[in-house]
């Protein structure tokens, strides 16, 4: 079974700031036949379902905003807002769909 | 806009079979290229995928779980089941139903329902 760690589990960041989020799989997510990297964000606030923010490690859903990215490829992926707002506030999940579907542990961002 | 709601029971004993249904509106089950799969999420914890099924009928199980669980889907009522077998306190936990499609490799899931909560207890 592929496992997705995140780290770390919980991040304070000023308001303005950047907060970078760190996800590691003990397998390669690149599928050859096309070169991507079967890697995907999500942000989690309370009591609502996960959101897509990133797919593709690298490709943003519609309506997310440009603040927030990601980047990496093979094993280690990151997820970057850039500057961060008070709404971002959450919990936020890696996932990969390369063999089966696995979620990291989360990281919670609060406002430092 | 495509939607999705679950529905099912909030409050089963150990031993039972929950049965939980997603409905979904605004795509139907049997488009090619699309797949619904059940996520779980216990209190404080990470999502978990269930199962899977795809426009095709194809599934997806959980190894860890597949044994319990089966996922089917009604073409007319355009809904997807979980049947859970043998429940436990420890399955306790936030039941939500997601969609994915091709164009996102069917695994990164871009519209999800609210969630039903279902506690296991005697």
């Known amino acids: 079974e592929i496992v997705v760690t995140q780290s770390p589990d919980s991040l304070a960041v000023s308001l303005g700031e950047r907060a970078t989020i760190n996800c590691k799989s003990n397998?390669?997510?690149?599928?050859?036949?096309?070169?991507?990297?079967?890697l995907a964000w999500y942000q989690q606030k309370p009591r609502r379902p996960p959101k897509l923010l990133i797919y593709w490690a690298s490709t943003r859903e519609s309506g997310v905003p440009d603040r927030f990215s990601g980047s990496g490829s093979g094993t280690d992926f990151t997820l970057t807002i850039s500057s961060l707002q008070a709404e971002d506030v959450a919990v936020y999940y890696c996932q990969q769909y390369y063999s089966g579907y696995t979620f990291g542990q989360g990281t919670k961002l609060e406002i430092k | 806009q495509i939607t999705l709601k679950e529905s099912g029971p909030t409050l089963v004993k150990p031993t039972q079979t929950l049965t939980l249904t997603c409905t979904v509106s605004g795509i139907s089950v049997t488009t090619d290229g699309v797949a619904v799969a059940w996520i779980r999420q216990p209190p404080g914890k990470a999502p978990e995928l269930l199962a899977l099924?795809?426009?095709?009928?194809?599934?997806h199980y959980s190894p860890s779980l597949e044994r319990r669980v089966t996922i089917t889907k009604d073409t007319f009522k355009n809904q997807v089941v979980l049947i859970m077998t043998n429940m436990d306190p420890v399955d306790t936990a936030t039941y939500y139903c997601a969609h994915t499609i091709r164009g996102k490799s069917l695994g990164a899931f871009d519209h999800w329902g609210q969630g039903t909560v279902v506690s296991v207890s005697s």
């Open positions: 397998q390669s997510l690149i599928f050859i036949s096309n070169n991507r990297d079967y």
């Open positions: 099924i795809y426009w095709d009928d194809d599934k």
